[in-house]
C-alpha cells in the first residue's frame, strides 16, 4: 500500500528525518560504506549525528548535496535536487 502523501506532508518531523536519510543514502552510494561503518555500536553514531559530527566529505561525489541533507534545518528537496541535477550534467 502507498503511503498518504498529503498526511505525510503535515509531518515536518519526518520529513526531516527523509532528508537526513537522503543524505546517508547518498553518502553510501558515494562512498560504498554506511557513515561510521567503522563503529559497532549504533547509539555511538547517534551520539555523534546529535553532536552535529558527520563523517568527512573531502574526495566524495555529492559532498554539497550530503552536506545540506545532514545540516540541521536541511534544505528544501529541491535545493537538493538542483545540485545533483547539476553534477550530472559532467
Known sequence: MLPNLARRQTQPGKIKEDIFALGSTIYFISTGYAPYHELIY??????LYEDGVF?????VSLAEAI???WR???EPAESIIDIIDSWQAW
Do not use: I, N, W
Not at 42 to 47: S, T
Not at 55 to 59: I, K, N, R, S
Open 55 to 59: 563523517p568527512g566529505l573531502d574526495g
Open 42 to 47: 549504533e547509539d555511538e553514531v547517534e551520539k
Open 72 to 74: 540541521p534545518g536541511a
Open 67 to 69: 552536506a545540506l541533507c
